[in-house]
């Protein structure tokens, strides 16, 4: 059970302790931050609230830890992550528990989360010896009016501190993808977990503090986002952000200065359906795409464009498939679980009922208990409904009528966002033009958006986020290139 066994000394009566220095803490302000558990809406666990002086100490002390690690032998390095990749997957059931507690995930897909996560760690480990192992090696004679009297060595080296920032609906998996990559560079690593997956955070560190990592190398930091948020951000300590969450994202990067940022902050991913394509498979992926974890992802369906010949038929399989989802508990496995947080419900509540006074056919009965809101599917949406531009993060999903692709592709680039998006066809030469034309980070052709596997890029543009991310991509913007040149007296040319 969480906070139990080997997680016992995590937990400080009912309040979980923070972590610094290679040692659980309990905060000096006294205070704590309470979680609430989205499908009782009563407190399930408590963390510290952290003050603005320990983030400090935190600051100091991965700093002063960076500069041993940098150190430290790349295969050492990844010696100390597969050990923490096994000891990850090793707890997996704690761990899940909290998922399931925390963030209302269902209970296989938490289990699912902490594996993946324990893979992740593995494949960076894996994969950093390899990137950060090679270098290059330049002559000068191969710029012209030069002569080879230049040899240029480069590597790759830490930026220094990382602050990792994820999301409340992959805390784990999305928390690890950042402390991987930053540590195998070089880095340290601070965590400011969100307030709901805090806890499961918070076990998931206590896996590397039991794989052996250096004190201070690591550390979390949990509190108010309004009293710490902006303290963390803008540290001069900090040397790299990675953030992964909703539109604090954009005030972060107005804020954080001159350092690296990989940001994703969310996204409206279309699926455009063209008159060929198979309305089976498009009906399993929208189903998949579009209520997975009750629609919580990013990555998630977030608007159908279909072409009107097919729309009738299409939008009669997938009302057969939304009507065999389970709702309930994430306990029972539910498809359907509870969001996240009362407000977040009241949002999606406020689109439906905008959809509902603009005249959108509502394709079942809205139906909402508490945090727990039953899936919907919203026929004949018009671009005057807010749903139609919004990100509702929940199980509501809009269906668009539309008359040529042209019309389709226009709607998804006319959004604010460009994460990802998909397109079903038989035809591959209309899907790549499809795909060329779309402003998204990533397409898919015949499967519904997905981030991952964890080692393939991953990106938006627009105010979908600012880089790319996915293993190697993070490793390469958790260093920066070093530079040597040595200066001969003479030209010099190998002879074979």
């Known amino acids: 059970m969480a906070g139990t066994g080997v997680f016992a000394e995590i937990l400080d009566g009912d309040v979980y302790k923070y972590y610094l220095d290679g040692e659980w803490r309990t905060s000096s302000s006294g205070k704590s931050v309470a979680i609430i558990n989205p499908t009782t809406r009563k407190t399930q666990y408590k963390v510290q609230a952290c003050t603005q002086e320990e983030v400090n100490k935190v600051m100091d002390s991965a700093k002063s830890a960076q500069k041993s690690w940098a150190k430290t032998p790349l295969w050492k390095r990844a010696e100390l992550l597969h050990k923490a990749a096994a000891i990850l997957k090793q707890h997996k059931d704690p761990i899940a528990e909290c998922l399931i507690k925390e963030i209302a995930k269902p209970a296989k897909d938490s289990v699912t989360e902490v594996v993946r996560s324990g893979d992740l760690v593995s494949y960076c480990a894996e994969e950093g010896v390899r990137i950060l192992g090679e270098g290059k090696f330049l002559v000068s004679d191969s710029f012209p009016g030069n002569e080879r009297t230049k040899y240029c060595l480069t590597s790759?080296?830490?930026?220094?501190?990382?602050?990792?920032?994820?999301?409340?609906?992959?805390?784990?998996?999305?928390?690890?993808?950042?402390?991987?990559?930053a540590l195998i560079a070089g880095n340290s690593l601070v965590l400011k977990p969100p307030t709901q997956g805090a806890v499961s955070c918070l076990h998931m560190v206590h896996c590397f503090h039991l794989a052996g990592f250096p004190r201070g190398l690591i550390s979390c930091v949990t509190g108010k986002g309004s009293e710490i948020g902006d303290f963390l951000t803008m540290h001069p300590g900090v040397n790299c952000i990675s953030f992964t969450g909703g539109d604090t994202g954009i005030a972060i990067s107005k804020k954080a200065g001159m350092i690296p940022l990989q940001m994703e902050l969310g996204g409206k991913d279309a699926c455009i359906v063209l008159e060929d394509a198979d309305l089976d498979l498009v009906a399993a992926n929208i189903i998949k795409g579009g209520f997975s974890y009750s629609g919580q992802r990013c990555t998630a369906i977030k608007v159908v464009l279909v072409m009107e010949p097919v729309a009738d038929a299409l939008v009669e399989k997938?009302?057969?498939?939304?009507?065999?989802?389970?709702?309930?508990?994430?306990?029972?496995?539910?498809?359907?679980?509870?969001?996240?947080?009362?407000?977040?419900?009241?949002?999606?509540?406020?689109?439906?009922?905008?959809?509902?006074?603009?005249?959108?056919?509502?394709?079942?009965?809205?139906?909402?208990?508490?945090?727990?809101?039953?899936?919907?599917?919203?026929?004949?949406?018009?671009?005057?409904?807010?749903?139609?531009?919004?990100?509702?993060?929940?199980?509501?999903?809009?269906?668009?009528?539309?008359?040529?692709?042209?019309?389709?592709?226009?709607?998804?680039?006319?959004?604010?966002?460009?994460?990802?998006?998909?397109?079903?066809?038989?035809?591959?030469?209309?899907?790549?033009?499809?795909?060329?034309?779309?402003?998204?980070?990533t397409v898919q052709i015949n499967s519904a958006p997905a981030r991952g596997p964890d080692h393939f890029p991953f990106q938006g543009i627009k105010d979908s986020g600012i880089g790319s991310q996915g293993i190697t991509n993070s490793i390469e913007m958790m260093t920066k290139v070093k530079t040597t040149v040595i200066n001969l007296p003479t030209p010099s040319y190998t002879m074979g």
Request: aromatic share 6%.
């Open 156 to 181: 790759k080296i830490p930026l220094g501190v990382v602050l990792a920032i994820p999301p409340f609906n992959y805390p784990v998996n999305l928390a690890v993808s950042k402390i991987a990559p």
């Open 318 to 441: 997938v009302k057969g498939k939304v009507a065999k989802l389970r709702v309930g508990p994430p306990e029972n496995d539910s498809d359907i679980t509870p969001v996240v947080t009362e407000s977040s419900a009241n949002y999606i509540e406020g689109l439906v009922l905008d959809a509902k006074e603009k005249g959108a056919t509502f394709c079942q009965e809205y139906r909402r208990e508490g945090n727990l809101i039953w899936p919907l599917l919203l026929d004949n949406v018009r671009p005057d409904m807010r749903i139609a531009w919004e990100e509702p993060f929940g199980p509501v999903l809009p269906v668009i009528r539309i008359n040529s692709v042209e019309e389709g592709i226009h709607h998804c680039n006319a959004s604010n966002f460009g994460l990802q998006g998909c397109v079903f066809t038989k035809d591959v030469n209309k899907a790549i033009l499809i795909s060329d034309a779309m402003e998204t980070g």
